[in-house]
């Protein structure tokens, strides 16, 4: 009886000393410290991949019969094309998924073409699939603010588009906020255990090892190939006696976005870039044409609105002369064959959005 209890106590001993053991190396070599201690303000923001090399085929989505490997790098702040080992001025991208590019390899997004084309700069990818200006807030707050030198980034560029329409209708999605307490604490962990990161680098590393490209074939997000083609022609929109004040809740987000902006990055110049849809022929900022198949959506339409809400809001003598908006959208910079789907760019569409965010420069 008594060896027995010797037993336990040893085991209950050694059990207690590796408990204590991985909670203090939890607590060092993860990021619990940093966050929620040393900074204080953390939320887990929603989409937000760091330190991870997926690959995989695409072929699917660019309707080929041969394999499309790619490529997706985020380094162990989150960002894509970002080179810590440069001592350049930075310029920091942020928009959604045509921001991100997730079904364009590394070296060939539009931020890699830049980096070549334009040398002088670091030009850095922090584009979260779905995020809107709602969740571009929380990130300059919470996550670029707190992994870049304000000092260094010399502009902050917002790739802005389709991905606000849905404030149109007071929407807040799954891409800005955590929704369930599951999905915040799964974020949580994601983002400060050392433990899981390292688990998860094992298990990718092993699943890469033993299956083939085809295998490890991801869709996310509704990305697929295009079933069906752009319309020659399409429905024709015009935008008249638009009152802004309709949606006071996206007035509120957007002007939030600007104020975080300068608040957080004071010395780097903002530009706005509203992007170009090739489906959304715009004959001037008023009259569109749209030219996607699906007659019942009114995405051209609803864009427009949006457009004229954020130029009303850099206009206004709270932001005049502060920030620089560009209107792509009213240029014809890309065509029907630089996307694979509606709107995210194949790598020949990224090289074109890249010349002309160097031509506004």
């Known amino acids: ?36 201690i040393i900074q204080k303000e953390y939320i887990p923001i929603p989409g937000l991949i760091k330190d991870k090399v997926l690959m995989y085929d695409a072929k699917k989505i660019f309707s080929s019969s041969k394999p499309v490997p790619i490529v997706y790098t985020r380094d162990k702040l989150g960002y894509r094309s970002r080179n810590p080992n440069q001592n350049k001025p930075q310029i920091l991208t942020i928009g959604s998924s045509t921001t991100d590019q997730r079904y364009t390899t590394d070296g060939k997004t ?23 200006s709602y969740g571009h807030s929380t990130s300059i707050r ?6 870049l030198n304000p000092e ?4 902050i560029i917002f790739y802005s588009g389709d991905s606000e329409i849905r404030f149109l209708k007071n929407t807040i999605s799954r891409f800005d906020v955590m929704e369930t307490p599951f999905q915040y604490y799964q974020g949580v962990m994601r983002d400060n255990s050392f433990y899981r990161r390292k688990a998860k680098k094992i298990i990718e590393k092993f699943k890469n090892k033993f299956s083939t490209l085809e295998e490890r074939r991801v869709f996310i997000n509704q990305h697929k190939a295009r079933p069906i083609d ?18 006071p809740e996206y ?37 569109v044409n749209d030219r996607h198949p699906d007659k019942s959506e009114t995405l051209c339409f609803d864009l427009m609105k949006i457009f004229q809400i954020q130029k009303k ?9 502060k920030i620089n908006l560009v209107p792509m959208y009213l240029e014809k910079i890309l065509y029907d064959q630089d996307v694979y789907d509606y709107n995210h760019t194949n790598h020949i569409g990224s090289k074109k959005v890249a010349k002309f965010i160097k031509s506004i420069l």
């Open 1 to 36: 009886m008594k060896i027995r209890n010797n037993a336990l106590s040893i085991l209950v001993i050694n059990s207690s000393f590796y408990v204590i053991f991985f909670i203090v190396t939890e607590l060092i070599l993860g990021n619990w410290i940093k966050n929620f």
């Open 110 to 132: 539009w931020q890699d073409y830049l980096d070549i084309i334009v040398p002088t700069f670091d030009f850095i990818n922090g584009g979260v699939d779905g995020q809107s």
């Open 142 to 147: 919470l996550w670029h603010s707190k992994n």
């Open 152 to 155: 260094n980034v010399s502009k």
């Open 230 to 247: 752009f319309l020659d022609k399409g429905n024709y929109y015009k935008l008249e006696n638009f009152n802004s004040n309709l949606y």
């Open 251 to 287: 007035v509120e987000i957007f002007t939030k976005l600007l104020n975080d902006t300068q608040k957080y990055f004071p010395k780097s110049e903002v530009i706005v870039i509203q992007q170009q849809l090739p489906g959304c022929s715009f004959l001037n900022e008023f009259e």
């Open 313 to 321: 809001i850099v206009n206004s003598q709270e932001f005049k002369n």
